[in-house]
Every structure is written in C-alpha cells, then in structure tokens.
C-alpha cells in the first residue's frame, strides 16, 4: 500500500471515529441525556435515602405512627400529579408552536408547584408545633423525626429547584432565548420530583399512618 | 437540539388517560393505608402499586417507552442501585432480633 494509500486510509479512519465519538447517546440529544444522567443519579440519592429509612424502621420495634389524616397529603399527591399533566401539555404546545400556551401552561404547573410547597410547609408547622424536630420525637424514636424531615427536605428542596427552574426557562422560551427542547428538559427533571412523591408517601406517610 | 424530536405518539388524550390512571393508583395506596393487614404485607402492596406508578410516568410522561436503549440503561442502573443497596437489611435485622443475623 502506497504512502499516498496510508494516509486516505487514516483519513478516512479518523473521520469515522470522529463520527462514532460525536454520534448521540442512544440518539439522544446531549441536553436531554445530561439530564437523564442527573435523574439516575438522583434516583441513587433518593433510593439510598428510603432503603436507609427502611433498614432504621425495621429495626426499631417502636416506630411511632403520628399521622392521623390523609387529607393533606392526599391534595399534595393531587397537586403534584396534576402539574405532570400541565407540564406535559405544556410541552406538547410548545412542539406545536404555540408559544403562548407552552407559556400559561409552563406557569400554571410552577404555581401547582408553589401551592404543593405551601402545603408541605404548612403541614411540617403543624409537626414542628407538636414537638417533632430533625433531632427530637414526642412519639418515640427521634430518629423518625430523622427521616421523615431528611427524605421530605430533600423532596421539598427538589421541588423548589424545579419551580425555580420552571419559571426562569418559562420566561426565556417566552422571550426566544430557549425553545421547546429545553421545556422538555425541565419537564423531565419535574416528571421525576412527581415520581419520586409515588415512593414518599406511601413509604414515609401511609405506613405511618395511626389506625 | 432536535426541535425534531418530539412526541406526539398517542397525543394530549394518552396523557390524560396515564394522568387518571396515576390517580386512581394512588387513590389504592390511600385505600391500602387503611386496610386491617400487617406492615410488611401493606409494604409489600404499596411498593407493587408505586413500581407500577413510577413505571407508567417512566414510560409515558417521561416518553422512555419510545427509546428502548434509553430504557433499558436507566431499568439497567437502577435496578443495580437498588440490589446493591439491599446490603443493610442483616444488619438491621441483627439489631431488632439480636445474634440472629450475627454468625
């Protein structure tokens, strides 16, 4: 094979690695794939919390159960799974061009968040009020005060970064800075907060529930 | 990126039927807070209700059913995560029964 042969053959062999090397993660556009990569690895997170919560309560023989309503965090599961259905026809309007509507749509899910924030505030008042602290059980085990304050604050700090970042890219897709690409990135980090609330409540409010 | 990419497969009408079938899921876990069984059996079926909960927003509000590479990475690493976290439950037992889990 001739130098001049060589050096076509190399060309070619670089540039096809080159292809390889920037082709898409299971055709996934880098922005969407970085964030799957954050919600894997925040599944870790939340899952290593819950398993954690589930070793302690299985342990400790007189886990208390102090919740005596459902209702409050009835309207939460509510809330939360309503504003996964706002922010998806959010996005589906924005693939649609309907700029206006992705809009309305984007800001009505980050008021449902808001309003689900509200509420879980409002009801760790209303523990606070009866002497439950991250360090400090009425019931029993402060370490229930641990766990439930630790899983829901992460949840609740979740929640308020997704708000937060509903409303900023809301704002800068109304004003062209972004598109509906970058919706659907947010809708998929908000999909997760929504499901991860699947997992907390049965396992830090249902089964903690006084009969 | 892909302004190309986008899911109208099953469209608003699909959204809304996963959306009711999410409620109606979560509206079980309530009923099965109040049923009269032992805490491991209401774990186990509230668990099954959320895998099932969390596979439907997965699939279909997440669109993960339209990407099987995708798919199968995250149910991959997930489930990896979760058997590797399992390794706590002896020592959890050893502390509630004692020498049991010990040896």
Same mark, same amino acid.
């Given at each position: ?211 | ?38 805490? +491991?059996?209401?774990?186990?079926? %509230?668990?099954? $209700? @959320? =895998? ?5 927003? !997965? ?5 993960? +059913?339209?990407?099987?590479?995708? %798919?199968?990475? $995250? @149910? =991959? ?5 979760? !058997? ?14 004692? $020498?049991?889990?010990?040896?």
């Amino acid at each position: 094979m001739s130098q001049a042969d060589l050096s076509i053959h190399g060309q070619v062999s670089r540039t096809g690695a080159t292809e390889i090397m920037t082709a898409p993660t299971f055709s996934v556009p880098a922005k969407k794939m970085a964030m799957w990569l954050f919600i894997i690895a925040d599944t870790a997170t939340f899952a290593g919390c819950l398993v954690a919560y589930g070793f302690i309560r299985n342990s400790t023989p007189d886990w208390p159960r102090p919740f005596h309503s459902i209702t409050n965090v009835a309207i939460m599961t509510f809330i939360l799974l309503t504003s996964s259905l706002t922010m998806l026809i959010g996005v589906r309007s924005a693939q649609k061009e309907n700029k206006a509507g992705a809009f309305r749509w984007m800001m009505i899910t980050a008021v449902l968040g808001i309003v689900f924030a509200v509420l879980h505030i409002r009801e760790w008042l209303g523990m606070i009020g009866e002497g439950a602290t991250l360090f400090h059980n009425p019931w029993g085990t402060p370490l229930f005060g641990s766990a439930f304050f630790s899983i829901t604050g992460l949840h609740l700090l979740h929640v308020t970064g997704g708000v937060i970042a509903l409303i900023a890219v809301a704002i800068r897709y109304r004003g062209g800075r972004y598109g509906a690409d970058d919706l659907e990135v947010t809708g998929l980090y908000w999909h997760f907060v929504d499901l991860v609330w699947m997992f907390v409540v049965p396992l830090m409010y249902l089964m903690n529930l006084s009969h | 990126m892909a302004a190309a990419e986008t899911h109208n497969t099953g469209g608003i009408g699909k959204d809304v039927a996963i959306y009711v079938l999410l409620l109606i899921l979560a509206g079980i876990q309530f009923v099965i807070a109040y049923q009269n069984i032992t805490a +491991s059996q209401m774990f186990v079926r %509230m668990l099954s $209700v @959320a =895998i099932i909960e969390g596979g439907l927003a !997965l699939l279909f509000f997440m669109h993960l +059913s339209e990407n099987r590479g995708l %798919m199968w990475f $995250v @149910a =991959i690493f997930t489930v990896a995560v979760l !058997l590797g976290l399992q390794y706590g439950w002896t020592d959890s037992y050893r502390l509630l029964e004692g $020498v049991r889990w010990s040896h």
